[in-house]
């Protein structure tokens, strides 16, 4: 009766959704800057001071749990497949990592000091319009990668399936060869995302163990995947004595084009990454993923070209992805192997899901939407659009097409970091009105909520970098010259030249109405933190500082001063 219950008032809400737009307005919430008149939600607030637990443990923990998935894998891997070496491949890894944790370290800056999530903390550079611009920018590509770790996670699921009941791969195929995918894969397709749909609508912080878990499983996989191959492949000198495929300029632009692939990999989080400093208790502990990032990608990097060398040794061919490569292994001992290698990329794909995709574009949706949109209706739209409208399937057909999607993202994401990282500490120098951020006409309004700086710098990191990525797509369209090679340097370029542009501009016409001659701190104390005669020190919009006595009066009611 219960159930019946539920689902009967279930029906009826959907029924009344469905005939009526304003079924679907969520409560009014309050904000403690936005204006009474400006629809806001309290997950875009101020992160209060007791939700800043985050630690440096926590940040390595948070690495552990997102670094470790099976597109970590593929990255290095598909470096060997395209034609590079061992060495080559880790270096490049190695080198993309370091590219991405400049960036990352300094817009990690803004939300352990700001304690705002990105698409606050984007206004004081875009301005409050222009922002929703950046943060779409990102929603897109964190649709991208669910999709993709969607779809990865179902070869996984497949090898678990057919580790137990092998006639599981001779499902007849029935959808065209066009589609890029087979009836047996979109049925892995259903099932993961079925197994994964409600752990992802259950918040993070009470799946502290999940991910505990995941790092556990997913770094035994790995290490235990790389030990078993080079036993297989018997000697180990011939899986480090085999050349590269390509020479001379084409091999040095090669290898340019991957390490930008493996930094792009990482762009999102580059750009996003307040989103999750912002809990940092400890506000010199973010820098510590600087080193956390390259260490951990590494290791994987490492496990995953020892295995794909071996391979080339065991099979005749480099198979860059990992549960290809668990396909190959029969017998009662390689089918037991096969059965627990892809349940930890399944853990592994939801953790990363969970963490680095799911909540980050639903929290987008949120501050896009406010009004219809909270976590948990963004977390199920982002699912259902990630999973059946994207088709990473596409993507994700060979070693090439991956590094070029990984390239791809990481142009558009680029000069987003570089103008979020340069207007905190070149323009504004950490000088941020916090308040103000969130009232639309307030000092971060520039003009009509735009600012032409950040759309002119990004507009010439972008553009130059479009016929090398429109080229990487289509190579029948033949580009030749600087302009391809340029692509070689994509994210580079894209961030450097983001921050030159917007430093200058800022420089040559500097709006000083967003200048303020010390930062002014979004924290809200309660009453009781003030005495009878509190002195209470306000800021001004034109900089200026007004000092007045109140007795016992809360600062969230003084922030109309700010």
Not at 346 to 369: E, P, Y
Not at 391 to 398: R, V
Not at 417 to 440: E, I, M, N, Q
Request: aromatic share 12%; net charge positive; proline share 6%.
């Amino acid at each position: 009766m219960t159930l019946r219950s539920r689902f009967d008032g279930l029906g009826a809400d959907m029924k009344k959704k469905a005939t009526s737009r304003s079924a679907w307005v969520l409560p009014k919430q309050s904000s403690s800057f936005a204006p009474p008149d400006t629809w806001t939600n309290k997950d875009n607030d101020v992160t209060p001071p007791e939700r800043r637990t985050w630690t440096a443990f926590t940040i390595l923990g948070f690495w552990f749990s997102d670094a470790l998935n099976m597109q970590g894998w593929e990255a290095p891997s598909s470096i060997i497949s395209v034609g590079l070496t061992w060495r080559e491949a880790i270096l490049c890894n190695c080198l993309g990592m370091m590219i991405v944790a400049i960036p990352m370290m300094f817009n990690g800056a803004i939300g352990a000091n700001l304690h705002v999530p990105y698409p606050v903390a984007a206004r004081a550079s875009f301005g409050f319009n222009l922002a929703k611009f950046a943060v779409v920018i990102r929603f897109v590509t964190a649709l991208f990668w669910n999709s993709i770790q969607t779809f990865s996670g179902s070869f996984a699921l497949t090898n678990c399936i057919s580790a137990i009941w092998p006639s599981y791969l001779n499902i007849p195929n029935h959808i065209p060869a066009s589609m890029g995918v087979t009836t047996q894969q979109m049925a892995s397709h259903v099932l993961f995302w079925c197994i994964q749909f409600p752990i992802l609508l259950i918040p993070p912080h009470k799946l502290r163990w999940f991910f505990i878990f995941k790092a556990v499983v997913v770094t035994a996989s790995s290490i235990g995947v790389a030990a078993g191959m080079v036993k297989y492949a018997s000697s180990s000198g011939d899986i480090w004595a085999q050349e590269p495929a390509v020479h001379g300029s084409q091999r040095a632009w090669l290898i340019m084009t991957c390490m930008m692939s493996s930094a792009g990999g990482w762009a999102t989080m580059a750009t996003n990454i307040p989103d999750f400093t912002r809990y940092m208790h400890d506000k010199k502990g973010q820098y510590w993923q600087g080193l956390f990032l390259p260490v951990i990608s590494t290791f994987l990097a490492v496990m995953a070209i020892i295995a794909t060398s071996a391979g080339k040794v065991v099979y005749g061919e480099y198979i860059w992805d990992p549960s290809v490569l668990a396909a190959q292994w029969t017998g009662p001992k390689g089918r037991t192997a096969r059965f627990f290698v892809g349940f930890s990329w399944v853990v592994g794909q939801i953790g990363t899901n969970l963490s680095a995709n799911v909540i980050t574009a639903a929290n987008d949706l949120t501050s896009l939407f406010p009004k219809f949109i909270n976590i948990r209706r963004g977390a199920i739209i982002v699912t259902i659009i990630g999973g059946w409208v994207m088709q990473p399937w596409k993507i994700i057909s060979s070693a090439s097409s991956l590094l070029t999607f990984m390239s791809g993202l990481a142009i558009f994401l680029a000069p987003v970091a570089g103008v979020l990282a340069s207007d905190y500490w070149l323009v504004k120098r950490r000088k941020v009105d916090v308040p103000a951020l969130y009232d639309p006409h307030g000092r971060y309004q520039y003009w009509h909520g735009l600012n032409w700086r950040a759309l002119v710098a990004f507009m010439v990191s972008l553009g130059p970098n479009l016929p090398g990525l429109a080229n990487s797509v289509s190579p029948s369209l033949g580009l030749k010259g600087g302009i391809v090679h340029l692509w070689d340097l994509n994210y580079l370029y894209g961030f450097y030249v983001a921050v030159f542009v917007y430093v200058s501009l800022n420089l040559v016409f500097p709006p000083q109405e967003t200048f303020v001659p010390e930062m002014i701190s979004g924290d809200i104390w309660s009453e009781a933190d003030y005495g009878e005669s509190d002195i209470i020190e306000s800021v001004s919009a034109d900089g200026s500082r007004d000092t007045v006595s109140e007795e016992k009066k809360p600062l969230d009611v003084e922030t109309e001063k700010l």
